[in-house]
């Protein structure tokens, strides 16, 4: 176990003790954060830059931290995972990694439970559209819900340092592999890749959707997306929004039947205390 998992497993037992929970960020001590003196340069730090190096045998064997067993991947493959990043901070700067490096907070490095070490990543804020590639050089995070803790420097490019989380896609990278030939495309930052905007009904499938809401500025209408996804973190169905009638409005799907969709519609409801509008197309 690594003097990060253990400092991990120390804190969650304390925690426990005293009836609390940890903090929304990667940190599991509140004394976690940004560093004092960080970089002026943030937004200009580039992505960590894919190639092939050899895997790290030690790193990569199973192993187990709060009772629950993980078994990294041993080759450099496809994998996917959508959910909770996180990210981690001064606490463990300069610490060891589970790769033997050192962890340097301002580096665009990241903690997987799983992903071989070292390995490239690509990891996109569902919420904003940006995009980053970071390498994985450790593990965790050791929490329930957490798929990735980001450094510092990658959390910040992503726009999530403040909230502490954001909802992401990770996707692995194999140096050399055909998808790896073309460049990525240029998104924006309304715009996350994963969840389309439809410009026009036409664009939109046809199926059942659920209307969240209709604004008469676009501005409105995407912050409101921006704000249901942060507090549905359970949501990965596309938000859409539909300008029509002089009006943006929110549509989420499509679904298969009135009946699935009303099984959303309902969580949606008790969760955010908005009765959806069901949008047959």
Same mark, same amino acid.
Request: with cysteine; charged share 20%.
């Given at each position: 176990?690594?003097?990060?998992?253990?400092?991990?497993?120390?804190?969650?037992?304390?925690?426990?003790?005293?009836?609390?929970?940890?903090?929304?960020?990667?940190?599991?001590?509140?004394?976690?954060?940004?560093?004092?003196?960080?970089?002026?340069?943030?937004?200009?730090?580039?992505?960590?830059?894919?190639?092939?190096?050899?895997?790290?045998?030690?790193?990569?064997?199973?192993?187990?931290?709060?009772?629950?067993?993980?078994?990294?991947?041993?080759?450099?493959?496809?994998?996917?995972?959508?959910?909770?990043?996180?990210?981690?901070?001064?606490?463990?700067?300069?610490?060891?990694?589970?790769?033997?490096?050192?962890?340097?907070?301002? &580096?665009?490095? =990241?903690?997987?439970? %799983?992903?071989? *070490?070292?390995?490239? /990543? $690509?990891?996109?804020?569902? #919420?904003?559209?940006?995009?980053?590639?970071?390498?994985?050089?450790?593990?965790?995070?050791?929490?329930?819900?957490?798929?990735?803790?980001?450094?510092?420097?990658?959390?910040?490019?992503?726009?999530?340092?403040? &909230?502490?989380? =954001?909802?992401?896609? %990770?996707?692995? *990278?194999?140096?050399? /592999? $055909?998808?790896?030939?073309? #460049?990525?495309?240029?998104?924006?930052?309304?715009?996350?890749?994963?969840?389309?905007?439809?410009?026009?009904?036409?664009?939109?499938?046809?199926?059942?959707?659920?209307?969240?809401?209709?604004?008469?500025?676009?501005?409105?209408?995407?912050?409101?997306? %921006?704000?249901?996804?942060?507090?549905?973190?359970?949501?990965?169905?596309?938000?859409?929004?539909?300008?029509?009638?002089?009006?943006?409005?929110?549509?989420?799907?499509?679904?298969?039947?009135?009946?699935?969709?009303?099984?959303?519609?309902?969580?949606?409801?008790?969760?955010?205390?908005?009765?959806?509008?069901?949008?047959?197309?």
């Amino acid at each position: 176990m690594t003097r990060r998992a253990a400092i991990a497993l120390l804190a969650a037992l304390v925690l426990a003790a005293c009836g609390t929970t940890p903090p929304r960020g990667g940190a599991y001590y509140k004394d976690d954060g940004p560093g004092a003196n960080p970089p002026p340069n943030l937004e200009q730090i580039a992505d960590a830059q894919p190639r092939i190096e050899p895997l790290k045998r030690a790193a990569n064997r199973p192993y187990e931290v709060f009772g629950k067993r993980y078994v990294p991947l041993t080759s450099l493959q496809s994998f996917h995972q959508r959910g909770i990043a996180s990210w981690y901070g001064r606490r463990f700067n300069g610490q060891p990694t589970s790769s033997g490096e050192r962890y340097d907070m301002y &580096a665009m490095t =990241a903690a997987h439970t %799983v992903l071989p *070490i070292p390995s490239y /990543a $690509r990891v996109t804020n569902l #919420a904003n559209g940006r995009s980053v590639v970071v390498r994985i050089n450790d593990r965790g995070p050791f929490h329930s819900g957490r798929i990735i803790d980001l450094s510092y420097a990658a959390a910040h490019k992503l726009g999530y340092v403040a &909230a502490g989380s =954001a909802r992401v896609e %990770v996707d692995s *990278i194999v140096p050399g /592999a $055909r998808t790896e030939t073309a #460049a990525p495309q240029p998104v924006a930052a309304s715009a996350p890749a994963a969840r389309p905007i439809a410009p026009q009904a036409a664009a939109e499938p046809s199926g059942v959707y659920l209307q969240l809401g209709a604004f008469s500025a676009r501005e409105k209408a995407e912050s409101f997306r %921006v704000q249901v996804y942060r507090e549905l973190v359970w949501l990965s169905d596309v938000i859409h929004v539909l300008a029509s009638g002089g009006l943006y409005k929110l549509h989420l799907g499509p679904y298969q039947s009135q009946e699935q969709a009303r099984a959303v519609a309902q969580r949606i409801e008790t969760e955010l205390n908005l009765k959806p509008v069901f949008v047959v197309r």
